[in-house]
């Protein structure tokens, strides 16, 4: 079975930074993606930001220049650091991992991030 569990989320003000981490834990295999997701209320879970099957990062256009997706391969971690924040990227943040070689995918809890003055 495999885990992830995330951490770092909080109430920032507008401008401000925070760096969420999530962790794997367990029958991992081989990874074929890993990445962040989030869903505000009353919208649908989007990408936030992913490393690709190709080793390639991906964001989505909101976010581009402001996050930055980073992992450290010993520690089956990665980590999305959060500059600038807006009140728009309030969401609960969640952690996906797509993992071969049946490319089952695996979600984290969670971790709520707000952005308010």
């Known amino acids: 079975q495999v885990q992830l569990v995330e951490s770092g989320g909080g109430l920032v ?19 074929h993606s890993m990445g962040w997701y989030r869903q505000a209320p009353g919208k649908q879970r989007e990408l936030v930001a992913a490393f690709t099957s190709g080793g390639t990062t991906t964001y989505t256009n909101s976010t581009k220049g402001r996050f930055t997706i980073s992992r450290d391969n010993a520690k089956n971690t990665i980590y999305l650091q959060m500059n600038n924040l807006k009140p728009e990227d309030t969401a609960v943040y969640y952690c996906r991992l797509t993992a071969r070689p049946f490319f089952n995918v695996y979600w984290g809890q969670g971790t709520q991030v707000t952005v308010s003055s």
């Open 13 to 31: 003000q507008p401008g401000g930074s925070l760096r969420l981490s999530c962790a794997a834990s367990g029958s991992i295999g081989s990874m």
